[in-house]
Nanobody, 116 residues
Framework: QVQLVESGGGLVQLGESLSLSCVPS????????MAWYRQAPGKQRELVAS???????NYANSMKGRFTISRDITKNTLYLRMNSLRPEDTAVYLC??????????WGQGTQVTVSS
């Protein structure tokens, strides 16, 4: 079972930035895909952004241009840089990994709160 540990959440104000990190218990390059999801109270979990093992990225429309997903192979870490944050970005952000075997793992999540 892969362990994913997120960090970097917190309380910020409208328009500010925040960076999240996710460290897996295995080699980050071994995954077919890694992603960030978010879940706000009373809402369904939604994809924020993903990056495959070749470095190709994909974003939800509402995050394009504001959020950037990246990884550092040398630090074995996945990142999510979030700029121009809005109150509607308030949610628990979860790290996700998909192994080449098809196994899916989730982190515990980190809370991001944006105040107006």
């Amino acid at each position: 079972q892969v362990q994913l540990v997120e960090s970097g959440g917190g309380l910020v104000q409208l328009g500010e930035s925040l960076s999240l990190s996710c460290v897996p218990s295995t080699n980050i390059f071994s995954f077919a895909l890694m992603a960030w999801y978010r879940q706000a109270p009373g809402k369904q979990r939604e994809l924020v952004a993903s990056i495959n093992r070749y470095g190709m990225t994909n974003y939800a429309n509402s995050m394009k241009g504001r959020f950037t997903i990246s990884r550092d192979i040398t630090k074995n870490t996945l990142y999510l840089r979030m700029n121009s944050l809005r109150p509607e970005d308030t949610a628990v952000y979860l790290c996700n990994s998909q192994a080449t075997s098809g196994d899916v793992s989730w982190g515990q999540g980190t809370q991001v709160t944006v105040s107006s």
